[in-house]
C-alpha cells in the first residue's frame, strides 16, 4: 500500500473537482488508528487511492503526501518524507492551495526536509491569496513583508491591503498581529522559532 502512494508523485493530472472519497477515507484511516485496527485503516487508504488514480482528487492526493510523511506504527510503515514532499511539491506546481500554504510555511520555517527560503514563501503565500482568496495566507504574506524578511517588499499600502483581507475573512492573529506590530512596528520585531507553532497559537 505504502508503494502504490509513493507512485502518486507520478500520476498526477489537470486539477478536478475534489471528490467526498477523501473525506470518508480519511475519516476510515482515523477510526482505525483509534481502535487499533489495520483492516479499517486499509479500507481507508484504498478509498484514498481510489480518489487519487481514478478520480484525479487533488485533495486524495494531498492526503496520501501526508500519510507518506507521517508513516504509521500500527501498518508498519515508516516515514518517507522525501517520497511524501515530492507530492507535496507537484501539487504545489498544479497550484493547489492546500499544498501552496504547506509548503509556503515548510519554507518560512526550514522545516520538514526544505531549506529556509523566506522569498519563495512570500510568492507561494500571494499565489495563494491572489488566486484562491487564502485569508491564512494573505495575513503571513502581511508578516513576511512588515518583518522585512524579504528585502525591499515592506510596502505600507500592500501590508494594509493583506492584513486588512485576513482580519475580515477572521484569521486567528490577524487583528491583533495589526494592532502590535503594525499600528507600533517601532516597539519590536516578531521572531518566533516557528511560524507554525507561532499559527497555531493564535486566537481571535
Known sequence: MLKKLLILATFLSPIVKASPLSDSAMRLIKIGNEIGSPDVVLRGQSLLLKGAF??????????????????????????????????????????????????ALYLLDGSNGFIKNEFLALNLFEESFTIHGNAKSAMMS????????????????????????????????????KTKHIDKDYLYDLKPASWRQWISEQSL
Open 54 to 103: 481514478d478520480l484525479n482528487d487533488f485533495d486524495a492526493m494531498y492526503e496520501a503526501s501526508k500519510q507518506v510523511r507521517q508513516g504509521s506504527d500500527l501498518m508498519g510503515y515508516q516515514s518517507k518524507e522525501r517520497e511524501g514532499n515530492e507530492i507535496l511539491i507537484k501539487l504545489v506546481r498544479r497550484s493547489y492551495d492546500p499544498a501552496l500554504y504547506e509548503y
Open 142 to 177: 502581511a508578516i513576511i513583508r512588515n518583518e522585512s524578511l524579504v528585502p525591499g517588499t515592506k510596502k505600507s499600502y500592500r501590508i494594509d491591503e493583506l492584513i486588512t483581507f485576513s482580519i475580515l475573512n477572521k484569521v486567528p492573529g490577524a487583528q491583533a498581529y
